[in-house]
């Protein structure tokens, strides 16, 4: 396996804002409607549950916003193959968690988002469930995100052309 590109992913700070904020918005959404439900009427049963789904989500969102991660070492090789690779919390040291060998061979898959400030991949091992990487220009150095945006965009391009050539097959000679 020859590498052509390799990326380290550290954990997008702008990310973690992102998501603060958002905590932030339904929690003020939640106080409204709680003030608002304090004029009574019928609808005082659904202001408070969603006054709970509010609270709840933005519980949830901060949560998930403050969680240690880790990050990620992508590499893409000439032929198109991707594998991923688990590597410390702070991923500039350049200490990989996994041997060279090791780490988990994906498969871009469609669906993905390929945009010049924003990256969402959809990536599916052999085995398992889809991972979704959400990647901001601050995850990465400038000259990696923009040769890892790429690199994704030769690979969607070319597994695009082998479903075509795919589909123009009969049915008995695929």
Known sequence: MTIAL??????S???IVLQIAMAAVLLSV??????????????????????LVCATASFVLVI???RPRTGLRIDVTRL?????????????????RL???????????????LWSSLMVLRLQPVTGNTITLILLPD?????????????????????N???ALSNDLPPWLS
């Open 99 to 113: 041997s060279d060998a090791e780490g988990k061979v994906v498969q871009l898959r469609q669906g993905s988002t």
């Open 139 to 159: 995850s990465m150095r400038d000259d990696a995100f923009h040769a890892l945006s790429v690199a994704c965009r030769w690979i969607a391009a070319r597994q």
């Open 64 to 66: 998930r916003a403050l």
């Open 161 to 163: 052309h082998h479903d």
């Open 13 to 15: 700070r702008l990310w």
């Open 30 to 51: 939640a106080r409204w409607l709680f003030q608002a439900s304090a004029a009574g009427g019928p609808a005082d049963a659904l202001c408070y549950l969603l006054v």
């Open 80 to 96: 198109g193959q991707i594998r991923l690779v688990e590597t410390y919390p702070n991923a500039e040291a350049g200490l990989p």
């Open 6 to 11: 390799s990326a380290r992913v550290r954990p």
